[in-house]
């Protein structure tokens, strides 16, 4: 979907004409949506394709309960946008979480950072209720993924350690599965999906994947998010990963990783959807965790 200034400001004014007067401009675009920053204060959100119309819902009803709880700075939605002739998905209006992408400004505080990701983590991993949403590619045993992870590691086999990353891989589908009850999940933690500021982890964004599982997932931002060597501090800070929970986040790191790399080729061949700072995220995580084996 093509999104522009003027689609955003008529829907505004369409919509919630008390901000349409507001500076609005341009902040990132991701995969599934475009983000513009209204004022000082506030952000547009808008889905890019139809699947993530049903993200957004989760996050208008989920979030404004979680984020109260939760240590770290997460845009909180104020007002949704409903469906209409120019624009046929719903988006939202959210609270403004200030700091740089951190596919664009990389950590560099890995203890106060891990420190802070482990204490978000701790408070957002709770027990999900029985409504929670739930989401076939998060949260859920990796042997499920098994296709995807094939796919993934084929469209990048000339630029990994294919055996490395298949052996990680192959120990995290091993693992004893999770048996508690599903927690909250984040769901997509990877660097562009949080903000950085002086160094350190300074907010958490884009929940559209927010969903109830196995915390194993979130827990690959371990090494998706933080400095070499900092992976060891934040497990201890988290204190509740035993070793087949720390195994199966392996897997899923080496998982997500390989999908951020193959995000970047497809930029570098002029696909839609492909991200220029995403393929070297990837890349330094792909190493992080291939190192900590």
């Known amino acids: 979907m093509e999104i522009d200034e003027d689609l955003v400001r008529s829907l505004l004014r ?3 004409p008390d901000l349409a007067g507001l500076d609005l401009h341009l902040a990132a675009t991701g995969w599934s949506n475009q983000l513009w920053r209204l004022d000082d204060e506030l952000a547009v959100r808008l ?8 993200g957004l ?25 409903e469906p209409c002739a120019r624009f046929p998905w719903p988006w939202m209006v959210t609270t403004w979480v200030p700091g740089e992408p951190g596919d664009r400004v990389s950590i560099t505080d890995g203890e106060r950072a891990g420190d802070s990701l482990a204490t978000f983590l701790r408070a957002f991993h709770l027990e999900a209720p029985a409504d929670a ?19 993934r590691v084929q469209d990048v086999a000339s630029r990994i350690a294919v055996d490395d990353v298949r052996a990680v891989w192959d120990e995290a589908v091993s693992a004893p599965e999770w048996e508690g009850p599903p927690v909250w999940l984040h769901g997509d933690l990877h660097p562009a999906n949080v903000v950085v500021s002086s160094g350190t982890l300074f907010g958490v964004i884009d929940f559209g994947e927010l969903c109830a ?16 060597d900092a992976a060891a501090r934040f497990f201890d800070a988290y204190a509740k990963a035993d070793k087949a929970m720390i195994r199966r ?28 700072t995403w393929g070297r995220a990837g890349r330094e995580a792909l190493d992080r965790v291939l190192a900590s084996g």
């Open 14 to 16: 369409e919509q919630h």
């Open 47 to 54: 889905p890019r394709r139809a699947q993530a119309s049903s």
């Open 249 to 276: 986040a392996r897997g899923w790191a080496v998982h997500i990783s390989v999908g951020l790399m193959c995000i970047g080729q497809a930029w570098e061949r002029g696909l839609p959807g492909g991200q220029p």
């Open 213 to 228: 599982g196995d915390p194993a997932t979130d827990l690959a931002a371990a090494w998706l998010l933080l400095p070499s």
């Open 133 to 151: 949403p739930a989401n076939p590619l998060r949260g859920v045993p990796l042997s499920t993924l098994a296709l995807e992870f094939d796919r």
């Open 57 to 81: 819902r989760n996050e208008q009803q989920w979030l404004p309960s979680l984020a109260p709880r939760l240590p770290l700075p997460v845009p909180t939605p104020l007002r949704m946008g």
